[in-house]
C-alpha cells in the first residue's frame, strides 16, 4: 500500500457484493492507518477521530477552514460553505447518496487514529495535537503541505467530566490514567520522541498565528446571513496561549506523521485540519 488510492483499489477489490458498510469501513481503516498516531500498531480498540466534526451541527461551526482552505476573499452564503464542508449528494442507481470525497469533513485527510479519541479528544477534550510547522515560512509549510510527513507535539490533561452520581458532582481521570488509554507513553526507542525548546516554540507560534485568523474570520468574515447561532458567541474574548518561561525545560511529546505516499506510519492529517481542531481544544 502505497497511496491512498492504491489502498482504497485494494479495499474495494476485497469487498464482496453484499458485504456490509462497516465491514468494508474496517478493512479500510486497517489498510490505511497501519498505526495510530503514537506509533502504536492498529488495533480494534483504536478510533478513528475527525478534525472537522462529522456531525452537521457540529461540524458548521468550523466553517472558516473553507475560507482557509481555498483562499477566499470574500463573505458568502452558507450553501455556498455547506458544500465544501459537508459533501454533494448524486444519484447511484435509484438511491440518493453522498458523493464520495466531496467534502472536508470526510476525507482521509481530515481524521487520526487514537485511542480512546470520543472520551479524550472529543467529549471532554484533554489531549491537543499541534503540527511544528511555520504558517508560511519555509520549504514545507501550513499554507504548501500536499501530503508530505511532518512532526508534532501532543499534549495532554487530566479527564474532567460532570458526574451527578459522584459525591463531588464530577469524574476526574488523572493524567496516568489519560496516557495510558490514547497511548501517550507508548515510546520507539529508534525514534526521538522528545521536541525541542525551539520546535515548541515553532508549535506554539502556529497556534497563536491561526487563534489570531479564527478569531478575525469569527468577529469579521462570517457570511452575513446566519441561520444557526455560534456556541458561545456573545462576548466572546480572544484566548492567546503563552509559554512559561520555564518552557526550555519541559519534556515535551514529539510525534511524527508520515508521508501520504509511505507505506508505514500513520497518514499525515491536514496540518491545518489538525491545528484547528487542537484550538477548538484548548
Request: charged share 20%; hydrophobic share 35%.
Amino acid at each position: 500500500m502505497a497511496t491512498y488510492k492504491a489502498a482504497l483499489q485494494q479495499t474495494e477489490a476485497a469487498t464482496n457484493p453484499g458485504q456490509s458498510r462497516a465491514s468494508t469501513h474496517n478493512k479500510l481503516r486497517r489498510s490505511l492507518w497501519l498505526t495510530n498516531v503514537v506509533g502504536q500498531p492498529h488495533s480494534a480498540v483504536m478510533q478513528i477521530a475527525h478534525l472537522v466534526p462529522a456531525s452537521a451541527d457540529a461540524a458548521r461551526s468550523f466553517w472558516f477552514v473553507v475560507d482557509f482552505l481555498f483562499g477566499t476573499d470574500h463573505l458568502r452564503d452558507w450553501d455556498e460553505i455547506d458544500r465544501p464542508l459537508h459533501g454533494s449528494n448524486g444519484l447511484k442507481g435509484d438511491n440518493i447518496e453522498r458523493v464520495s470525497n466531496s467534502s472536508i469533513k470526510h476525507l482521509i485527510t481530515n481524521k487520526i487514529l487514537l485511542a480512546s479519541q470520543f472520551d479524550y479528544l472529543d467529549t471532554t477534550p484533554c489531549v491537543i495535537i499541534i503540527p511544528i510547522l511555520n504558517r508560511n515560512d519555509g520549504a514545507l509549510h501550513v499554507r504548501n503541505w500536499s501530503g508530505e510527513g511532518y512532526k508534532a507535539i501532543m499534549l495532554i490533561d487530566s479527564y474532567v467530566r460532570a458526574d451527578d452520581d459522584s459525591e463531588d458532582g464530577y469524574e476526574v481521570s488523572p493524567l496516568t490514567t489519560v496516557a495510558q488509554a490514547t497511548g501517550y507513553t507508548h515510546y520507539d526507542e529508534a525514534a526521538n520522541n522528545k521536541a525541542t525548546p525551539e520546535e515548541v516554540e515553532v508549535a506554539m507560534n502556529l497556534v497563536r498565528d491561526y487563534t489570531r485568523a479564527i478569531y478575525y474570520a469569527q468577529n469579521k468574515r462570517k457570511p452575513q446571513e446566519v441561520t444557526f447561532s455560534m456556541e458561545g458567541e456573545e462576548g466572546a474574548t480572544l484566548f492567546y496561549p503563552k509559554l512559561p518561561p520555564s518552557h526550555q525545560n519541559l519534556n515535551v511529546r514529539k510525534i511524527s506523521f508520515a508521508n501520504n505516499e509511505s507505506d508505514n506510519g500513520h497518514p499525515a492529517p491536514d496540518p491545518l485540519l489538525l491545528l484547528t481542531k487542537s484550538i477548538a481544544n484548548l
